[in-house]
């Protein structure tokens, strides 16, 4: 007799930690103000390249960022940005090193006046959205949420923050249940 596969998504291919970080991690709701601003940062690590590729890299970001550990990163200077152009474990693109560290002070800044996990959830209610799409071809890429939630990221100092970027985020964090309604993970997460 053979095991029954659960059905998901589909966007993960067959690799094995790609897989994995679906059926644990996207998704998920995520609460604390720390993790949702190194995920909105990885997020924008990965414009104009496949998620895999930064989830390959994520523990050597963490590494390198100090454990994203945002009062830290709010001080560096040219001379980080010089250690990190070097190496060789992440992604060495300049502008997107830059806004890291403009990201991290504009966090400090949101984190100090209303929690960044309360100013990220008051744009969904307080509770993940809870949509139903049916197959990839019917998610959008952003939306007008999205776009409004990335605006006000640049107002406050976000960089590397655009609409499908934000929405990508969102999804990843579960501010968003965008599983389809034929995946497993779509009825675990919406009964959380």
Known sequence: MT?????????????????????????????????????LVLDGFQAGLSWITILRKRDNFREAFQGFNPEVIADWGEEDVQRLLKNEGIIRHRGKIEATITNAQAYLKIEAAEGFSDYCWNFVGGAPLQNSWGSLADVPPQTALSQKFSKNLKERGFKFCGPTIVYAWMEACGLANDHLTTCFRHEELRAK
């Open 3 to 39: 095991e029954k596969l659960p059905i998901r998504c589909g966007w993960h291919g067959e690799d094995p930690e790609y897989v994995r970080y679906h059926d644990e991690e996207w998704g998920v709701p995520e609460w604390d103000s720390r993790a949702l601003w190194e995920k």
